[in-house]
């Protein structure tokens, strides 16, 4: 080993690269083309070994439980291990959960198309809400999948559509590149959101809000009126601005936080 005496430094080459060489896991490259059992997934029904069945995919959960938010004990339930846990998943998860990299890779393969009118697929018709979307219970605002409220109208509906789709589209695809960054919006982001509406939602629901809002001929998401908005609308912009950043806390404050404090004293004392 080389010896560092006293008044001597280290110096760093420049340029230096870490090359990382990713070799593909070949499970996972053949997962799509791989159709199990029903009894041979039912196997894998315990501690260590644990596959569960979501939406026709196999998942290998072996070593997914200490990263599980809920802890080992749900996945060795005896109706989620080595069982179709469709229905039970969507009862507290989003659907798109499944997408992100790191749930996908855990898919091993899959199990035969279900009969019509087997009972998944029973279970998932039973599982749309309002609108026809698909029903999380407790991880989406009541309004969004009970077939009656008193509260949710039409206008809700169409206003949570818009949002959502706005957001997907211009927002949650870059807020993990800007929350890592520590990236602040740009005048684009802010002059996007302004187009849609959305800071005027800010406001909308006060009388000197809504009000600049006809003035300015600002349209809201979904087209409703100034005179329509109320605070169940807020409720669902809030609601989306929180998954439309992909729980970025970051990025949703970066991007109505201060003006969702400012605005409205300086609209009414305007």
């Not at 969507?90 to 996908?104: Q, V």
């Not at 789709?165 to 982001?189: A, S």
């Not at 807020?234 to 609601?239: D, S, Y």
């Not at 439309?244 to 109505?256: A, F, I, K, Q, R």
């Amino acid at each position: 080993s080389s010896h560092i005496g006293q008044g001597q430094r280290v110096v760093r080459p420049q340029n230096l690269e870490l090359q990382v060489f990713i070799v593909p896991d070949q499970r996972f490259m053949s997962a799509a083309s791989t159709v199990y059992s029903l009894e041979e997934v039912a196997k894998h029904n315990k501690e260590g070994d644990v596959w569960v069945i979501v939406d026709g995919k196999v998942y290998d959960l072996s070593r997914f439980g200490a990263l599980h938010p809920g802890g080992l004990p749900p996945l060795l339930d005896p109706g989620v291990a080595g069982k179709d846990a469709t229905a039970l998943f969507y009862e507290l998860h989003r659907a798109s959960t499944l997408e992100e990299a790191r749930y996908t890779r855990l898919v091993i393969g899959t199990v035969p198309s279900p009969a019509s009118g087997s009972d998944a697929e029973k279970k998932a018709a039973a599982g749309k809400g309002a609108k026809g979307t698909v029903a999380l219970p407790w991880a989406e605002a009541f309004g969004s999948w009970r077939k009656h409220s008193p509260y949710y109208k039409e206008t809700h509906h169409k206003f949570r559509a818009a949002l959502r789709e706005f957001l997907d589209r211009e927002i949650k695809p870059h807020c993990r590149g800007w929350d890592d960054r520590g990236e602040l919006p740009t005048r684009e982001v802010d002059m996007l959101l302004g187009d849609a509406g959305i800071f005027a939602c800010i406001v909308a629901a006060e009388k000197a809000g809504a009000r600049l809002v006809r003035e300015l001929n600002i349209t809201l998401p979904g087209g409703v009126k100034p005179e329509e908005y109320d605070y169940f609308h807020g409720l669902i912009m809030a609601e989306e601005l929180r998954r439309g950043t992909d729980g970025c806390y970051g990025v949703s404050d970066g991007l109505v936080g201060g003006i969702s404090i400012g605005f409205s004293p300086a609209v009414t004392f305007r």
